[in-house]
């Protein structure tokens, strides 16, 4: 599982803070995978 550090951000635009820049994202910045085929570590190799 991969979760962006930028998750829920759009809810930290406040008075406070101040404005985040860029797309206002709230859910969905997570994403699950399943990877085939030749192994990076053996490419780099």
Not at 5 to 27: D, F, H, L
Request: proline letters at 2%; one cysteine or more.
């Amino acid at each position: 599982t991969l979760a962006c550090s930028g998750n829920r951000r759009g809810a930290m635009n406040n008075e406070e803070q101040g404005t985040i820049r860029g797309a206002p994202w709230y859910v969905g910045a997570i994403g699950n995978a399943r990877w085939t085929g030749v192994r990076l570590r053996d490419v780099l190799q």
